[in-house]
């Protein structure tokens, strides 16, 4: 199931910056190429899936509205070549979108889906067995 899909990022990024982003063909930009987007849309999908696939049965269903927004981020910043600039809010973006991977996957944010596999035992214990004490106060009295 998809996280995100091209209308995802016009909602979020408008689509005069895909169009920018993604013509190569005319001059001026005025059409989006879609193949482009979906391409780096799986990419983007697929980096989270790895995270998430520690904790998480996938794919997700339904899918979390904060994925959609985590996957999006993540999908415009390859569509941008995968700046270096860290004063770019895009480069900002993706950098918070990983974060919030690394979070989920360490289980400090829990999302909210039927996928989810819980693996972790909680409240584990620690049990210590050894042979019964051979010296004591009590054994030694009178040596």
């Known amino acids: ?13 408008g689509e005069d910056e895909l169009i920018q982003l993604t013509d190569r063909v005319n001059l001026p930009a ?5 193949d482009m987007v979906a391409a780096h849309i799986a990419d983007a999908e ?3 899936d790895s995270y998430l696939a520690k904790l998480y049965r996938l794919p997700l269903d339904p899918v979390p509205a904060v994925l959609t927004r985590i996957v999006s981020e993540i ?3 390859f569509l941008h070549g995968r700046r270096t600039d860290k004063d770019d809010p895009v480069t900002r973006d993706y950098g918070q979108a990983l ?3 690394k979070d989920v996957a360490k289980g400090t944010v829990q ?7 819980s693996s972790q035992t909680d409240g584990g214990q ?15 009295t009178g040596f």
């Open 1 to 13: 199931m998809a996280y995100a899909t091209q209308q995802d990022l016009i909602d979020r990024f």
């Open 111 to 117: 999302l909210e889906a039927e996928g989810t596999a």
């Open 30 to 34: 005025s059409t989006i190429d879609g």
């Open 126 to 140: 620690v049990q210590v067995s050894a042979p019964e004490r051979v010296f004591s106060r009590d054994s030694l």
């Open 75 to 77: 999908a415009r910043y």
């Open 99 to 101: 974060v919030w991977l």
């Open 46 to 48: 697929n980096l989270a």
